[in-house]
């Protein structure tokens, strides 16, 4: 969909702050946080996690999730597959980069029981996965599209060009 550096800008910071909000309370809520920590401390950890998902996004895990996609043999020129694969491998990359963070936050604040590294990265990883990749496919997904055609992308343009998500 985005066709431009300044839309595909515009694009990845909708998509993370959407994913970034949702994703920081569904990280609250299982580690039984809610209620505990302050409303500053949970807009804080949002907005750290927010300026590292756009910033994995935009130059890291965007450009080569984009490449992955395209390099893998399906039907390109139906663009629900495109969409979809993509979609799948930007969820596998932030997945793995954003649980690098959530270990670090753990590790900092001493979460980490008797876990390995290793253990606690995979539960971590596992945890956010099977919550991210749905929420994207499903929710998150469309809704930055249709949003960002309505009030991004002139709507004459929206359907003539290649979707580049």
Known sequence: MPTT??????FGVIMCFGMVIIM???NLLINGLI??????????KFLIGFIIA???????VGPIAKKVALSLPFDKSKKIFLV????????????????????LTSILSHAISDHSLFEAYLEI???NFVVAYPL???????????????FIKK???AGSKLIQV
């Open 35 to 44: 209620g505990k920590i302050s409303l500053i401390t949970i807009a804080v």
């Open 24 to 26: 920081t309370f569904y």
């Open 54 to 60: 756009l910033v994995l996004d935009l130059y890291i």
């Open 136 to 150: 994207q496919l499903l929710v998150m997904g469309p809704a930055v599209r249709a949003l960002f055609i309505k």
């Open 5 to 10: 550096k300044k839309e595909s800008f515009y």
């Open 155 to 157: 709507s004459g343009q």
């Open 125 to 127: 990883f596992i945890k």
């Open 84 to 103: 979809i694969t993509i979609s799948t491998c930007m969820v596998f990359g932030m997945a793995c980069s954003m649980s690098f963070y959530g270990l």
